[in-house]
T-cell receptor
Framework: GAGVSQSPSNKVTEKGKDVELRCDPISGHTALYWYRQSLGQGLEFLIYFQGNSAPDKSGLPSDRFSAERTGGSVSTLTIQRTQQEDSAVYLC??????????FGPGTRLTVT | SQQGEEDPQALSIQEGENATMNCSYKTSINNLQWYRQNSGRGLVHLILIRSNEREKHSGRLRVTLDTSKKSSSLLITASRAADTASYFCAPLLTGNQFYFGTGTSLTVIP
């Protein structure tokens, strides 16, 4: 079946604008994760959903970042008033509970 | 930090040699997973080892887990140029929380 998809694949935005990043997980996967990866760095955990609820939001870097998940499926990560330091690849992954994660291809965000 | 911490940060070997990467973590885990990343995009799952297992094999991969030392190792035998990538460990904590480290960058020289 289809894997995890993310859109857009690339996004260039001006500083101060809001952006929405979308993740379509694998059907039936209850867990969904968002990560951020800056150039040459490891993965920075942002938020984790179990179903529609987010038991762990501890990784969100500031109140400009928010995420939601509806219907236990699609998730949207919103960054308000983007800053240059928000430039990174944003990765989404889904998994059946407690099992390996399946990653999407990522969204490369560039804030100019 | 609850992250997995990989060591070394970078490793360069000749094709045909074995590559060993280590991972340490700080809390109790349900399982530990290793992932591979090419060209800075999505990660691919390699192998999962449960907390009650000590060693696991998959093809040229061998993973060990020592829960008393809170450490794991990934061995790639008979390396190939195509193994060049970044490798990450991800301890799965209770509550389905994964924490990835900064990874080991492996370069296999043909």
């Amino acid at each position: 079946g289809a894997g995890v998809s993310q859109s857009p694949s690339n996004k260039v935005t001006e500083k101060g604008k809001d952006v929405e990043l979308r993740c379509d997980p694998i059907s039936g996967h209850t867990a969904l994760y968002w990560y951020r990866q800056s150039l040459g760095q490891g993965l920075e955990f942002l938020i984790y959903f179990q179903g529609n609820s987010a038991p762990d939001k501890s990784g969100l870097p500031s109140d400009r970042f928010s995420a939601e998940r509806t219907g236990g499926s699609v998730s949207t990560l919103t960054i308000q008033r983007t800053q240059q330091e928000d430039s990174a690849v944003y990765l989404c992954a889904s998994s059946p509970t407690g099992h390996e994660q399946y990653f999407g291809p990522g969204t490369r965000l560039t804030v100019t | 930090s609850q992250q997995g911490e990989e060591d070394p940060q970078a490793l360069s070997i000749q094709e045909g040699e074995n590559a060993t990467m280590n991972c340490s973590y700080k809390t109790s885990i349900n399982n530990l997973q290793w992932y591979r990343q090419n060209s800075g995009r999505g990660l691919v799952h390699l192998i999962l080892i449960r907390s009650n297992e000590r060693e696991k094999h998959s093809g040229r991969l061998r993973v060990t887990l020592d829960t008393s030392k809170k450490s794991s190792s990934l061995l790639i035998t008979a390396s190939r140029a195509a193994d060049t990538a970044s490798y990450f460990c991800a301890p799965l904590l209770t509550g389905n929380q994964f924490y990835f480290g900064t990874g080991t960058s492996l370069t296999v020289i043909p």
